[in-house]
């Protein structure tokens, strides 16, 4: 596993960017530009990181991007991808699609499902700030249980979907789960996508202060905690084999309980109403899940 001072020095993140104080997105996307060596070009919808990227002729990113319609990112990618092989630059250059939950796993799920279907040949990860952060915090398909939003007053009723388990499922080469706070994982699970042809599909929890109301200092710090209650797992499946990688690999090889999901509930402002019978059955769901990724663990 690659360690931090062993991560390229070359900066493809400029300094100065319009995104909240705490952002996650910054961290993760850092990992991924040095991953890619910034031979890449990205394709990315209205979502936060537009907001990051900038509005032109102004831009924090120092890489092609071509915004795009909502829905239509995978779409965008499956294009760009063609192009370069039809100017002989495929092998020079990555096409990155990258969309929040929102524009992965509601709005864009048709084209992405799409593409994997056909095995298109790039990148697609998600940044997963669990809700529609950038039109006002709406509730989207990979909100937690509990979360309150602007459109789930009383908390969101249902469990988030598993998009790493849905893309699994389309038999595509690779798919992993990963986590900003944690950019060494980020950065090793994208140079494996890299060498890796067909889609290829990487899911990055990515924690916000504004939307999950915590202080934005704790940013890193509640992004580990997550890893830490098995609420997010560290792991990858490439030819169907899976397992599990960085802090959540440890987790299992301790064979210790997992850090109570009350403890992470607690640290942000967006379930302060949900009581104990609903935080226990967060609790069970994590614990079916975990249950299920240790026995699928091929680590040694």
């Not at 952060?133 to 939003?149: D, E, F, I, K, V």
């Not at 202080?215 to 997010?232: F, H, N, Q, S, Y």
Request: hydrophobic share 40%; net charge neutral; proline share 5%.
């Amino acid at each position: 596993m690659t360690r931090i001072a062993e991560l390229p020095v070359d900066e493809y993140i400029l300094p100065g960017n319009r995104a909240c104080a705490g952002c996650g997105i910054g961290i993760g996307l850092r990992a991924i530009t040095k991953a890619l060596d910034g031979k890449m070009v990205m394709t990315v919808p209205a979502s936060c990181l537009t907001v990051l990227g900038g509005m032109y002729p102004t831009s924090s990113v120092d890489v092609p991007w071509i915004n795009v319609a909502f829905p239509s990112t995978a779409a965008a990618a499956a294009g760009a991808a063609a192009g370069l092989r039809a100017m002989g630059k495929a092998d020079d250059m990555t096409v990155l699609a990258m969309a929040g939950d929102g524009g992965t796993g509601d709005i864009g799920i048709q084209a992405l499902s799409g593409a994997a279907e056909r095995n298109d040949d790039f990148i697609y990860l998600c940044y997963d700030n669990e809700a529609y952060m950038n039109t006002g915090t709406q509730r989207s398909g990979l909100t937690p249980h509990g979360a309150r939003t602007t459109t789930t007053w009383a908390g969101k009723r249902e469990n988030p979907k598993d998009m790493p388990r849905i893309m699994e499922a389309h038999n595509i080469p690779y798919v992993a789960s990963t986590s900003a706070a944690y950019p060494t994982d980020v950065y090793d699970k994208v140079v494996r996508a890299r060498g890796i042809h067909g889609l290829r599909y990487i899911h990055m929890n990515t924690p916000c202060p504004s939307g999950w109301n915590f202080d934005p200092k704790d940013t890193v710090r509640l992004g580990k905690l997550a890893v830490e209650c098995g609420i997010v797992v560290l792991y990858e499946v490439e030819g169907g084999v899976f397992r599990l990688t960085g802090r959540s690999a440890a987790l299992a090889k301790a064979g210790k309980p997992l850090a109570p999901v009350a403890e992470y509930i607690a640290t942000q402002g967006r379930f302060k109403f949900m009581n104990a019978e609903a935080i226990a059955e967060v609790q069970a769901w994590v614990d079916e899940r975990w249950t299920g990724y240790v026995g699928r663990n091929t680590a040694e």
